[in-house]
């Protein structure tokens, strides 16, 4: 049995083998690092920006962290699930996105090149941002796939404040991508909400307190009514978590979700056209025993785990779930 450093020594994009959790190459989830994508079913990259940022700078480190606490889940079958999903999953770690942070108006045309070329072998992406800005070049590579996209935002804030069209800003993407079309707003839903905008855009906002009243099954019905068919594209920024279980972000608000509730929400989304994922704001210098990158990389984990379920893997149960 081959042990060790599957990163780069794997030659195929199935299974795993054993490896050291506190050793050995850090890729996402221990997957290969490749550039060939014949055959994947999902690359992961991630995006080291954050000239964004409003406040707290450091999610730039974001993609580094959210690999290395993803070795403990590399290690046994996915929970809840039962199942290894890369039985089933063929999955990558393309490395990152390379950028030009000199030629700040260069990043974002970087980013959808980036994932143009992702995007046009046929596979899904998931990313690890890098500030929340990263995901509207990404909405428009996936809108050139799919068409409009129906966004489940996973976050404190709203993200549509006041655009110029031009500007780099991680709060303004979404009324720019709204506007633009490439968000089909009267599809997309908002979760976890906690600060205040005079206009909600056309989006279905279920805010922080709304979903601790009403419940995970509460929301999800909103959302899965709300999206049907469409293409889906979850934007999951770590601040939607309390910073009591995510204090490594740059804008945390307090009165939050649990990292519990946002895993159930997450794996409550399997059925829906799920067709890309950014998980993004995870700033590590912030952060403490890397409480905020797990739950970023159990949030990845398990959307991965939906898309095995979807092609088939078979979740298998151990006591009362």
Not at 208 to 216: C, F, Q, S, V, Y
């Amino acid at each position: 049995m081959r042990q060790g450093d599957q990163a780069f020594l794997r030659d195929d994009t199935m299974g795993r083998w054993p490896e050291m959790t506190y050793g050995g190459a850090l890729s996402f989830l221990r997957r290969r690092y490749s550039r060939d994508l014949a055959g994947v079913d999902v690359v992961v990259s991630g995006v080291p920006f954050d000239a964004s940022v409003t406040n707290r700078p450091g999610c730039r480190f974001g993609p580094a962290a959210i690999r290395a606490a993803s070795t403990q889940l590399a290690e046994l079958k996915a929970f809840p699930f039962g199942f290894d999903p890369f039985e089933t999953l063929a999955v990558t770690d393309w490395g990152d996105c390379m950028m030009d942070p000199h030629h700040p108006q260069s990043v974002a045309p970087a980013i959808e090149a980036h994932a143009d070329a992702i995007l046009a072998s046929g596979a899904r992406m998931l990313t690890l941002g890098g500030d929340h800005s990263i995901s509207y070049p990404l909405l428009k590579a996936h809108a050139k796939q799919h068409g409009p996209i129906a966004l489940v935002q996973f976050d404190a804030h709203c993200d549509t404040w006041e655009d110029d069209g031009t500007r780099m800003d991680h709060g303004t993407m979404f009324a720019r991508a709204a506007a633009e079309g490439v968000i089909d707003v009267a599809r997309s839903t908002q979760v976890g909400l906690r600060t205040f905008n005079d206009d909600d855009h056309g989006f279905e906002i279920l805010t922080a307190p709304w979903l601790h009243r009403n419940g995970i099954d509460a929301a999800l019905e909103v959302v899965r009514d709300r999206a049907g068919d469409a293409p889906v594209y979850l934007s999951f920024d770590i601040d939607g978590l309390d910073p009591a279980f995510a204090p490594g972000t740059g804008t945390p608000v307090a009165g939050g979700l649990a990292s519990w509730q946002a895993l159930e929400f997450v794996r409550g989304l399997g059925g829906l056209n799920l067709v890309g994922m950014d998980i993004v704001e995870v700033s590590p210098p912030y952060d403490h025993a890397e409480i905020t990158a797990i739950a970023a990389a159990t949030v990845a984990h398990d959307w991965l785990c939906l898309l095995a379920k979807g092609k088939g893997a078979v979740p298998r149960s151990v006591g009362r779930i």
